[in-house]
């Protein structure tokens, strides 16, 4: 099993290697860069801006639940901002992105391998790592950074909403301690995070994609086992980013 | 003296020659031996009951599989030596229509043909538009240049597959089921379509199919596949003279025959009578 697992890695690594040679011949047509941007992002902005806006106000509400135990109800932006920006926003970006665009991007891929279309393109004498695997990858590594900072954004007014709207923190406090605390490190730790889950996340959904059977029920697995593996090695990176960020 | 005969014998080689093949798929024997060849300039039927390995051949010949034994040989290039540019440059020399036509889905009709032009050539746009178009035109699809794949019939989608397949002046086209799902008018218009390119072109063309009429229209020389190996070969007439059992039944659509009817199995009798599934 554990030769197996290593086995697995290192075909991904390779898949990985592939991709990456193909990379410069990809950006120079940004336009199929732009499209998958457009895929994996902006078609994924309702699910990221709602969840945002529910997790900044649940953040908001334990938040002051919390803190007013200790009569430090006025900390609660630096609270909310930390939370979201180091922790909740790339972590919980990156499990929505991989049950929306990953899935995507797995099935999509599948049913090209299970319709032929791959295997047309290598009989056109055309790669189709080069032109459907990096533009895509590409894609999502660019878009999940910038869907967290639009979940970091609306978390904080989420959190913001309930915190000064409905539990009556002074709204000088909320924002001045937050940005009095809260420097620029802790805004690259998190955009660091999203880097490494957006590479992950997309990675395992082409990965998945490309590799699946070539059969309605291989696309079916490819995709349930993009949400599993994706879902996992978010919070292990999570887990060893944060130990590495803490150390330092 | 000696160009001269390298031109003779470039011209008469076979542009594709599979010798002694032997392939197994997860432990099935596909191959036992197999040999044929298809002529420069001629078009050659690949026939077989369902399910005999034709697709495989084709992939074989293609180079997206290896054999376990023997050797495949196109252009005069052995497939086993190759490396990717290699086998890259060779598939530039070919067209392949796939069964269900493989039309890249998220692109129109037009992209769809002018996606091997984009990758391997810079044409200037007005130039890879008349180039396109002409081979549109050649299908009868001019006017379906900016359809969406989901939009065409089967058989209209097996057209442009054609056009994308031609686009590149291939020098060997290979047709994967070509008939397989079609209606009748349909049918009619691929068949012509193949031998009007063929002729056209001058191209050397291989046909894999069970339709038999059909192949019997278009082809100049038959192989029939039964049992990993090639029980027959010829003209379709020559074929359809065979007395052998095998090639009488494939050619008569025989129910029963060398290939069964019936799967495998126990006793008729003591299977029902003995309670087991």
Known sequence: ?248 | MSDSSSTVDAASSPVVAVRDVQFSLAGRPVFQGLDLQARRGAITAIMGPSGTGKTTLLRLITGQIEPAAGSVTVFGESLATQDRDARYAMRRRMGMLFQNGALLTDLTVFENVAFPVRAHARLPEPVLRQLVLTKLQAVGLRGAADLMPAQLSGGMARRVALARAIVMDPELLIYDEPFVGLDPISMGVIVRLIGRIHRALGITTIVVSHDVAELAALADHSYLLSGGKVVAAGTPAELAASAQPAVRQFMAGEADGPVAFHYPADDYRAQLLGGRR
């Not at chain 1, 940005?179 to 590479?199: C, I, N, P, W, Y």
């Open chain 1, 1 to 248: 099993m554990i030769v197996a697992a290593l086995r697995r890695v290192g075909t991904v690594a390779l898949f990985l290697v592939r991709i990456l040679a193909q990379c410069p011949a990809a950006l120079a047509k940004p336009r199929a860069i732009v499209h998958q941007i457009h895929n994996c992002g902006a078609r994924s902005l309702i699910i990221i801006m709602l969840s945002g806006l529910f997790v900044g106000m649940v953040l908001g509400l334990q938040g002051y639940d919390l803190l007013q135990r200790f009569g430090s109800e006025s900390a609660l932006g630096v609270a909310a901002a930390l939370g979201l920006l180091k922790e909740l926003g790339p972590v919980v970006t990156a499990l929505l992105f991989a049950g929306r665009a990953g899935t995507a991007l797995a099935s999509e891929i599948g049913l090209m391998r299970a319709t032929d279309q791959l295997t047309a393109m290598e009989m056109m004498a055309v790669d189709p790592v080069r032109h459907v695997i990096a533009p895509r990858l590409l894609g999502g590594i660019v878009a999940l950074p910038l869907l967290v900072a639009i979940f970091d954004v609306i978390g904080l007014f989420g959190a913001q909403l309930v915190g000064v709207g409905m539990m009556g923190v002074d709204a000088g406090a909320f924002w001045s301690q937050m940005q009095a605390a809260v420097e620029l490190r802790d805004v690259a730790e998190g955009l660091t995070k999203s880097l490494f889950f957006g590479v992950a996340c997309s990675l395992v959904a082409v990965y998945e994609g490309f590799h699946a059977e070539p059969t309605a029920e291989g696309v079916g697995l490819a995709t349930t086992r993009t949400v599993v593996v994706s879902s996992v090695l978010t919070l292990l990176i999570d887990y060893l980013l944060t130990a590495a960020f803490l150390a330092r």
